[in-house]
Each structure stands twice: as C-alpha cells, then as structure tokens.
C-alpha cells in the first residue's frame, strides 16, 4: 500500500495517553494522569442540550456558531480578559485541540517555526508536525520557577520564526503569567511581529492571583493585531466529551476564518453549542465548586508531598501540580511511571509528555476524589533529604 504522509508518521505518542490506557487496563488504579473533571453536570446544561434534540434542531449552523452563543463566549471573555472583543471576532470550535489546530492552520506554512513551551502541552507540538511547521521549545526552567524569560525566546526567534504560543495557567505546571511578563511577551511579539496563539483553557481556575490574557495588551486595529485566544468550556464546566470551546481572533479575519472552519468541520454540533449557552449564561454553582474544590485537593497533594519530602512547584493555576521525583526515576521518567503503575497502581503522567526539561517530573492531575488522590500520592517514594519547593 501507499506511505501515509511523512508529517503523519513522525507525529510521537502522547505519553500522557499512552501512561492512562495502561492504567484503565489496570484493575484498581488510581489515575492521576489526566485532567478529567470529576464532578456530574448541572441539568440545566444537559438539558439544554437535549431539548435541542428534541426539538430535532439537528441542522447545519453558521460557520462561526449560533449567535447567541458567539455573544456569550464574547461577554464572558470580555469580563474575564478586561478586552473589548465583540462576538463578530468569535468562532465556535469543536474543543479547544480544534481552536489551537484552526490558529496554526491560519498562521503557519510548510518549514515556519513555532516557539512553544519547554514543558508545554504536547499538541503544540503534535499539531505543528502536522502542519509540516517546526516545533521550538523556549525553556521553562525549575530555577526560574519554570517562568519563561524574554531573553531565552528571543535568542530562538529566526527569519522562519512566525507564532509565539503562551499557555497561561500552564498545563503541565500550574504555572500562571504576570501582568507585567505578559506585556512584555506582546512587545515582544510586536518587535519581532509575530503571532501570539494564547491558550487559555484554564483560565478560571486561579489561586490568589489574576488570570491576565495577553489580549488585554493587544492592539484593536486591524493588520496591527496579533493575538488569537484559544477558550474551552471543557475543563471550566466539564464538557469534555461535548467538544466546544472558542477561538477569538484579531479583527478584519472574519471571510477567512469562515473560509477555514468550512474546511476543517464545517460548524460545531448544535445540541453541544445550546449546552454550551446554558453552561455560559445559567447559573455559575458548577465553577465556583469546581475552584473550591481543586484549591483543596491542590492543599491536601501539596502537604502529602512535604511529608514525603518530594519537592514540587506550587501551582497558581489549572488543577495539577508538578511534582520532581528524579530521586526515583533514575533519569528515565518515561519508563519509571510504568515501573510505579505496576507496583503501586497509581498513573502518573510523565514530565517527558511535555518535553525535555520535563526529566525527572511528572503531573499529578488534582480534580478527582480527595480520598483517591492523597492516597496515590502517598504512595510515591519518599525522598531522603528535605525538598526546595518554588
């Protein structure tokens, strides 16, 4: 038979898929490996979605998404963001792995270069490779406390280098970004003009700091804009497996990002766009619970930790805490989490998944059961000297 593309072959497994399908085959695991939220959802929002149904309200919609739900997504991120969007400048995606898949189709050509974070979620670099782009990790050090700094981006910027990805609360770090260091990350793009593609799939869940966007410090003006903001309610209300989320782009885009969606799915599923409204502009119990409730479980891993010794970075942000067990993992952390998983029957996602800096570190995902999760933690081996957390 024919050779599937070059670009298709080379895309590497997700380890964090790769550690969690071995422990679902594992009876009894506790699973700490991917960032599934726990909790049922409210009605009001599965209702929505099935009097869609109902009503057999089952054809296609705008490229961009209903109306309604565009203004939603608008409003929500205009109060969040402090930016002064209008729903003209929102597309409806099918989850936010689509919205990050549209912005790169948009900005990216065969050999251009994307700087993306060292440790950063994998799809950035899936997602690049797929588009034959080149994938360049900017460093995300523990000494800094895995903040990224201008001068380490800078040095990597080439005459090929086109999108800058920020991903603020981080996923794997529970890292979140300044005020003062997102300002100078648009500058920095504007000096170089570059793209900014922000992922901000996390961005509800913050402790005692602010989510700040890079879109706040974006320009309004048409062909001077660069930011393309990338929203999910996947994790904010728990629509996983609903596929929605949103792409806010800079003005004057709007005929070629129809052009695209068109392209790519065509328009989202309505009975996941109505849900999605509900979710939105109903009753907010969901998120508020949600915060409390991984606040908590973040407090309860981080002190089993400290117990044990195990140094971690504590996180500001998104519902995982990133934990260093290189006293265990025997510079192979990858193999290690498979070791741990058949002995102690806890899945832990690799700090590999999420490239090279990731040595020695893996993810604990903090939105299940309390109970499970200040067990699984408790199994990890404790480390003799006293850890040095940031």
């Not at 400290?306 to 993992?329: C, E, K, M």
Request: glycine share 8%.
């Amino acid at each position: 038979m024919p050779e599937l593309a070059a670009h298709a072959r080379d895309v590497p497994v997700n380890q964090i898929r790769e550690i969690t399908e071995a422990a679902w085959r594992t009876p009894g695991a506790i699973v700490l490996s991917i960032g599934e939220p726990g909790f049922a959802l409210p009605r009001h929002i599965l209702e929505a979605g099935m009097a869609c149904l109902d009503r057999d309200e089952t054809n296609y919609t705008p490229n961009a998404g209903l109306p309604a739900l565009r203004e939603a997504f608008a409003s929500r991120f205009r109060e969040r963001s402090g930016s002064t969007i209008g729903a003209e400048r929102v597309y409806v995606v099918d989850g936010g792995q689509q919205g990050l898949h549209f912005a790169m189709s948009l900005l990216l050509s065969p050999g251009d270069e994307v700087l993306i974070p060292n440790p950063g979620y994998p799809t950035f670099a899936m997602t690049s490779r797929l588009l034959n782009a080149v994938p360049v990790g900017y460093p995300l050090y523990p000494e800094h406390e895995f903040q990224p700094r201008i001068g380490d981006i800078e040095a990597l910027i080439t005459d090929r280098t086109r999108v800058l990805i920020l991903n603020s609360p981080s996923n794997p770090l529970g890292a979140v970004l300044g005020e003062d260091l997102t300002r100078q990350l648009v500058d920095l793009a504007r000096r170089h003009d570059l793209w900014i593609i922000s992922d901000e799939c996390y961005e509800a869940f913050t402790y005692d700091v602010s989510h700040v966007s890079p879109a706040r410090f974006d320009s309004d003006v048409p062909g001077e804009a660069r930011v393309f903001t990338s929203l999910t309610l996947s994790k904010t209300y728990g629509l996983t497996g609903l596929r929605i989320g949103a792409l806010v782009c800079p003005p004057g885009l709007e005929q070629t990002m129809n052009n695209v969606m068109e392209a790519i799915v065509s328009c989202v599923a309505s009975p996941s766009q109505y849900a999605a409204l509900a979710a939105l502009t109903g009753p907010q119990d969901y998120v508020r619970d949600a915060h409390a409730h991984y606040r908590a479980n973040r407090d309860a891993a981080s002190a089993v930790l400290d117990a044990r010794n195990i140094p971690y970075l504590t996180a500001q942000g998104a519902f995982y805490l990133w934990a260093d067990v290189s006293h265990a993992s025997d510079g192979d952390v990858r193999s290690w989490v498979r070791r741990f998983l058949a002995g102690s029957g806890v899945a832990l996602a690799p700090g590999t998944a999420f490239g090279s800096i990731g040595e020695g570190w893996v993810r604990i995902a903090l939105c299940g059961a309390r109970d499970e999760l200040v067990e699984g933690v408790g199994r990890l081996p404790e480390r003799a000297e006293p850890a040095q957390n940031t």
